[in-house]
């Protein structure tokens, strides 16, 4: 089995910067992909950005150039560090881990106030 567990989340001020950060553990293969999605209240869940095991990344146009995505593949661990955050950016954020089947962790929460 694959657990991820999440950590990192908070609240904060507009304008501020927190890391998140997932650590995988249980048969995971060396090849995958690892992401970060999130979900407001009353909306959908979203992709945030994900990163592949040989470090190509991918990010949601509203976070680009604020958000990096970065892993540790020695560690299994994926991070998320959010800079410039705004209150838009409140929501429960879901560390994601796609091999062949696809595992979520619990969430944390996230929390930007104004």
């Known amino acids: 089995q694959v657990q991820l567990v999440e950590s990192g989340g908070g609240l904060v001020q507009a304008g501020g910067s927190l890391r998140l950060s997932c650590a995988a553990s249980?048969?995971?293969?060396?090849?995958?992909?690892m992401g970060w999605y999130r979900q407001a209240p009353g909306k959908q869940r979203e992709l945030v950005a994900t990163i592949t095991s040989g470090g190509s990344t991918n990010y949601a146009d509203s976070v680009k150039g604020r958000f990096t995505i970065s892993r540790d593949n020695a560690k299994n661990t994926v991070y998320l560090q959010m800079n410039s955050l705004e209150p838009e950016d409140t929501a429960v954020y879901y560390c994601?881990?796609?091999?062949?089947?696809?595992?979520w962790g619990q969430g944390t929460h996230v929390t930007v106030s104004s």
């Open positions: 249980g048969s995971i293969r060396r090849i995958n992909v």
């Open positions: 994601n881990l796609r091999i062949i089947s696809v595992y």
